[in-house]
T-cell receptor, first 116, second 115 residues
Framework: AQSVTQLGSHVSVSEGALVLLRCNYS??????LFWYVQYPNQGLQLLLK??????LVKGINGFEAEFKKSETSFHLTKPSAHMSDAAEYFC??????????????FGSGTRLQVQP | DAGVIQSPRHEVTEMGQEVTLRCKPI?????LFWYRQTMMRGLELLIY????????DSGMPEDRFSAKMPNASFSTLKIQPSEPRDSAVYFC?????????????FGDGTRLSIL
């Protein structure tokens, strides 16, 4: 069964600093990988997705993530944090293939705080 | 374009009452998902439909929960009778296609409080 682990339930950075949110997956084949962001009292918004094309994926709001099969990782980065980036971020997976489960399996989330 | 629409946004009711949550997926999407978010368990799938047919309901907690999708533009999640432990935020999401690589679009959720 696939699973996804997010290291660090809380991450705090200064405005303008690098953002690094970690995500590792556990499955026998590379899954489809997604990053979602959740602002308070809102639903989840897709930031970016990896679906076996380019390993470096660019998303919205300046975020990007790199798929590394050897490390089974899909870490999310942003070169310079903005106050508006403060939110909770979720890594999620879906297994490919016709018989794969179509629902997202989510990590536990990482709450990003941005200090002025 | 309209996104996934959920109603109500907030629901407060007493234990034992029936609760019905509603979802209108994005037009043209053929997969619909119900998720529940709690502090203790995070985000977890309850059930999902493909072409209006329930495909995976393994996440439905117990017989008190039921979900229907009578047509491509409407789904309900019902809890009867409700219990305090059902308090959570319930999200509906929809996507197009069955290949798994299509992103799911989420509604703003229903925040449910059972007193």
């Amino acid at each position: 069964a696939q699973s996804v682990t997010q290291l660090g339930s809380h991450v705090s950075v200064s405005e303008g600093a690098l953002v690094l949110l970690r995500c590792n997956y556990s499955s026998s084949v590379p899954p489809y990988l997604f990053w979602y962001v959740q602002y308070p009292n809102q639903g989840l918004q897709l930031l970016l997705k990896y679906t076996s094309a380019a390993t470096l994926v660019k998303g919205i709001n300046g975020f990007e993530a790199e798929f590394k099969k050897s490390e089974t990782s899909f870490h999310l980065t942003k070169p310079s944090a903005h106050m508006s980036d403060a939110a909770e971020y979720f890594c999620a997976v879906i297994m490919p293939g016709d018989t794969g489960r179509r629902a997202l399996t989510f990590g536990s989330g990482t709450r990003l705080q941005v200090q002025p | 374009d309209a996104g996934v629409i959920q109603s109500p946004r907030h629901e407060v009711t007493e234990m034992g009452q029936e609760v019905t949550l509603r979802c209108k997926p994005i037009s043209g999407h053929n997969s619909l998902f119900w998720y529940r978010q709690t502090m203790m368990r995070g985000l977890e799938l309850l059930i999902y439909f493909n072409n209006n047919v329930p495909i995976d309901d393994s996440g439905m907690p117990e017989d008190r929960f039921s979900a229907k999708m009578p047509n491509a533009s409407f789904s309900t999640l019902k809890i009867q009778p409700s219990e305090p432990r059902d308090s959570a935020v319930y999200f509906c999401a929809s996507s197009f296609g069955g290949a798994g690589n299509q992103p799911q679009h989420f509604g703003d959720g229903t925040r449910l409080s059972i007193l």
